[in-house]
């Protein structure tokens, strides 16, 4: 069974500084990995994914993820943070055989200006 | 380009009384669909999923049941619904399996 980890109920960051939110998961076979937003009662936004190449992936809005294979982590990252990034963010996991994702719990980003 | 509609926005529906939430999507042609609840504004809740017309997957036994009478069309239906029916209910499609979902705009329902 595959699962999807978000240990951040909530994250903190006064707007122009960096942000992470945290994501592990696991998963038989090879990962794809994928970022939502979403913004108060509306559907979840795609921010961006993992497929294969480069552990890097640039995204929506300025950011970015970071696939590691050996901590079976795929954190979301932004160099600097707006007061508009603040949403409820999930991490979602499938592995190459199968047509489900498994989504988080969701981190919840508050931006303070 | 591919868009999404569901509909109403927002219900509140007595106890005991029958559900129907739709979903249609344009601009593909056979997709999968799916319909998640997300309670409290927090994690989702994989309902159902449909990969064709009339094939129907239950992630969860309840009180709720799915029918997709045509390619693009996806409805959650319930004959009696439940105080905990209540939610947040999204519905969501996507081509392959390695493609992102693209969700709609959710339904608000209130069961009083």
Redesign the interface.
Known sequence: AQSVAQPEDQVNVAEGNPLTVKCTYSVSGNPYLFWYVQYPNRGLQFLLKYITGDNLVKGSYGFEAEFNKSQTSFHLKKPSALVSDSALYFCAVENNAGNMLTFGGGTRLMVKP | SQTIH?WPATLVQPVGSPLSLECTVEGTSNP?LYWYRQAA????Q?LF?S?GIGQISSEVPQNLSASRPQDRQFILSSKKLLLSDSG?Y?C?WRGQ??S???????T?LTVT
């Open positions: 569901q999968n504004g927090r994690g989702l994989l999923y990969v947040f999204l969501a399996h390695n992102p979902l693209h969700f709609g705009n959710g608000r």
